[in-house]
């Protein structure tokens, strides 16, 4: 086996208490001092691996919470009623910028729409619930999407009370508190950005409503007495019924398309679309379009570092992730078997600085990495060599198609399973690439002949970050070499 296979290298991890809801409280488990030295060996990969299970030492093997774990730390006070809109924020009231290995631990909130009510992380070692059943002050009524900034503003969509409410967090109590809330007809989803306005698709106003806060970057006033829906996003007239939303805006600093788009879901799930700030339909896709795609339904909508687009499909038990122009690269299920599929996947949340995944399941929820995926265009791999022409170098390429960034290296070997040369590729973007390299980018350089003698080649993409360090996607691929 050649040197590359990063996913059978011995990594020294910490342990982390970033999971969500029961996982939440994970580090709690085990010892942290064990947690921390322990050292991590990744053995076999898993079928999927467009999003991965953090390593070991980042969860202590829990990155599934189940009801058995609710109960456990909860008792009898709830239970998993239709989990619905997930939000995952590092609250500038928590973040120490002299303290180091603790960026990843974040603050998660999940709405249990059943029971109205949302379930929360209120420390690495201890879960909460805000709200009960009703109408009035601290009180919801089939809630579904939320949104948190860092500066402590948090929104509920409260569907069944018409309107939408605003919390805030109390960084000394560690817990949301009631400010207030807007009118709005049938809220969905809502999602904030760094501008400070609150974004809400309503399914019976068939639009997306702003809301400006101005208590925006406080976290603690109270919202002003005369509340107004403010304008919306100019959408088409046939936008029928939105589901979830998200946006991309340009002045997030850990998103890298310098762009401000609206993704939403409508027509009850069979449509999403990609608006620019003028109303004007940047991109489009409909469910029954996609690959095996004839009975899905996009339900809430996510954006990574990279502007991806990552959409949950409760019917198809999916989660589909589209480049930023609605193209997609993947329809993830679950890393594997049927004991890790997705269970009618609903809400998504992404931190979008160490590329860390949030997905709600009928009963619980599931915590990934991104992490990266790629088939070969060919079978066999077809392998181009151009010759040198003039004073340039030799250049190798061959077509595969990436889910995600990836900085990918190549060995090829003989018959025999020995390598005959190594090279550094460099970083391909998602999608369909041709992946290059010249002379200079070997790092064995194979003996003359070497080509003649190549059968196989073992590619690795390892992510550009969020797994980066601890994994690496590795396929053996058979090859045929082709004319310039």
């Avoid at 909860?74 to 910028?97: E, I, N």
């Avoid at 603690?220 to 919306?232: E, N």
């Avoid at 004839?294 to 989660?319: H, K, L, M, Q, T």
């Amino acid at each position: 086996m050649p040197p590359i296979g990063g996913c059978t290298r011995k990594r020294r991890l910490r342990a982390d208490g970033a999971l969500i809801w029961a996982l939440l409280c994970a580090a709690g488990l085990a010892p942290p001092a064990a947690a921390q030295t322990s050292d991590l060996e990744i053995g076999d990969q898993p079928a999927h691996t467009t999003l991965v299970y953090p390593p070991f030492a980042h969860t202590l093997g829990i990155h599934r919470a189940r009801p058995p774990h609710l109960k456990l730390f909860l008792g009898d006070r709830t239970r998993f009623d239709d989990p619905q809109g997930l939000a995952a924020v590092k609250f500038a009231s928590d973040d120490d910028p002299e303290a180091r290995g603790d960026d990843f631990q974040l603050t998660l909130f999940g709405v249990n729409s059943g029971r109205s009510e949302i379930l929360y992380n209120s420390s690495m070692q201890t879960l909460a619930i805000y709200g009960r059943h009703g109408s009035g002050k601290d009180e919801l009524a089939r809630p579904h999407g939320i949104a948190a900034t860092v500066d402590g503003r948090v929104y509920v969509a409260d569907t069944g009370n018409r309107r939408v409410v605003r919390l805030r967090w109390d960084p000394g109590a560690r817990a949301l508190s009631w400010v207030g809330s807007w009118d709005a007809p049938a809220p969905f989803d809502v999602e904030a950005d760094t501008r400070g306005d609150l974004w809400v698709s309503d399914r019976q106003a068939h639009a997306v409503l702003r809301f400006p806060d101005g208590a925006a970057g406080a976290g603690t006033q109270l919202l002003p007495p005369a509340l107004t829906t403010g304008d919306r996003w100019p959408l088409p007239d046939d936008v029928e019924a939105p589901l979830g939303l998200a946006v991309m805006d340009s002045l997030d600093p850990w998103l890298q398309p310098n762009a401000t788009r609206l993704y939403l879901v409508d027509r009850d799930g069979r449509r999403l679309r990609a608006y620019d700030t003028s109303g004007r339909i940047v991109a489009a896709v409909d469910a029954a379009e996609l690959p095996g795609g004839d009975a899905a339904r996009f339900f809430y909508v996510e954006i990574d570092y990279f502007g991806n687009v990552y959409v949950s499909d409760p019917a198809g038990g999916r989660v589909w992730k589209l480049d930023p122009m609605l193209r997609p690269l993947d329809a993830f299920s679950g890393p594997g078997a049927a004991e890790s599929a997705l269970e009618e996947p609903r809400g998504i949340a992404i931190w979008k600085r160490f590329g860390q995944v949030f997905v709600a399941e009928r009963e619980g929820a599931q915590y990934f990495f991104v992490g990266t995926d790629f088939h070969a265009t060919s079978e066999p791999l077809e392998v181009r060599r151009r010759p040198r022409e003039e004073s340039g170098p030799v250049n190798w390429s061959m077509d595969l198609f990436l889910t995600e960034a990836a900085t990918v290296t190549v060995a090829f070997l003989d018959a025999a399973g020995d390598t005959l040369a190594t090279a550094d590729a460099g970083v391909e973007r998602a999608g369909p690439r041709s992946v290059t390299w010249d002379e200079s980018d070997w790092t064995k350089p194979g003996a003359p002949g070497w080509e003649e003698a190549a059968r196989r080649v073992v590619v690795e993409a390892r992510p550009t970050y969020s797994s980066r360090r601890r994994f690496a996607r590795v396929k053996e691929l058979p090859i045929v070499w082709a004319g310039s």
